[in-house]
């Protein structure tokens, strides 16, 4: 069994692999090439957009809030779906997602984070990770918590299906145009609306919380990933539901969330707690008022809450 407090052989050896990097390309030949030989059709767009939102809401409330952060609760049945959705978004397999996510909070920009963008610079922290030997891995240690299900064990071995379902049903109904402008361009749209958070919120924005990394809060990225954008309180508080913590803080994967917990679907959203609430305000002052913020840079953060299974 691996040792989940070591880097892995694969990241020190950093060794490229072709097979990886095809189907990436492939798909967005098809995506991006593919749109440029088919009709436009008013199905085929809205198929796009819709995709587009609701497969990154999948990824931001399912593979990041639930599963590797577990903020809220849900029953099993659409623990589930939550997953089935989010992998519909290619991005490989619940439990690899969670996986490696968890190991990147754990040695944010620090040797071990696998898409720095402080230490590995963009292209590497975008997207160049994902084609090292080794990377496809998951790193079940860090999941033990949802791989005593099989059902998500499964999905994470298959995890081609749901976007092969997907695909299926987009060219059944709309044919070609559903199948490249429905599918295939959202997907890429997808991919690199949620690599920009890796690549780019630790990079570009304003830094609230002086948090052991570099990751800062982002309105723009916020809105092009539901939420997502607010990336420095999140590392600040990883543990809560919400990642934009005061109420002009554009957060559509929380609201979605808010009227899923409204409907008995989710419940137990875990709060920001008032003291984080209160650091942050104070920060805030001191910023507009050109003081230096209390809090300095290398302070460990609050403990998080511990991960509950699910219900």
Request: charged content about 20%; some cysteine.
């Amino acid at each position: 069994m691996s040792d989940p407090n070591r880097v892995p052989e694969w990241m020190e050896k950093r060794e490229y692999t072709l097979l990886g990097a095809i189907p990436f390309v492939v798909i967005h030949i098809l995506g991006i090439g593919g749109a440029f030989f088919v009709e436009w059709t008013t199905a085929a767009v809205v198929t796009c957009i819709v995709s587009y939102v609701v497969r990154l809401w999948a990824v931001t409330a399912g593979y990041h809030r639930y599963f590797s952060h577990r903020t809220f609760k849900t029953g099993r049945v659409f623990q589930f779906i939550l997953a089935f959705l989010a992998q519909t978004s290619i991005q490989k397999g619940v439990l690899w997602w969670a996986s490696h996510h968890r190991r990147h909070h754990k040695y944010s920009d620090l040797e071990g984070d696998m898409h720095s963008p402080v230490r590995d610079g963009f292209w590497f922290s975008h997207m160049g990770w994902l084609f090292v030997k080794g990377a496809d891995e998951t790193e079940y240690d860090r999941v033990k918590d949802l791989s005593r299900y099989p059902e998500l064990v499964w999905l994470n071995e298959h995890h081609l299906v749901p976007p092969i379902v997907l695909g299926v049903i987009c060219f059944v109904t709309m044919g070609a145009p559903g199948l490249f402008i429905g599918f295939f361009l959202s997907s890429v749209l997808v991919w690199h609306g949620t690599f920009t958070i890796n690549s780019l919120s630790h990079v570009f924005g304003k830094r609230r919380f002086e948090t052991t990394d570099d990751s800062r809060n982002n309105w723009l990225l916020a809105i092009v990933t539901l939420g997502e954008g607010w990336h420095n309180n999140h590392h600040r508080f990883q543990a809560s539901t919400r990642q934009g913590f005061y109420w002009w803080e554009f957060d559509i994967t929380f609201y979605v969330l808010k009227v899923l917990s409204a409907l008995g679907l989710v419940w137990d959203l875990r709060p920001v707690p008032e003291k984080i609430l209160a650091e942050g305000r104070a920060a805030d002052t001191d910023r507009k008022a050109g003081r230096t913020p209390a809090t300095v840079k290398g302070t460990e953060p609050p403990a998080q809450p511990a991960l509950d299974p699910a219900a």
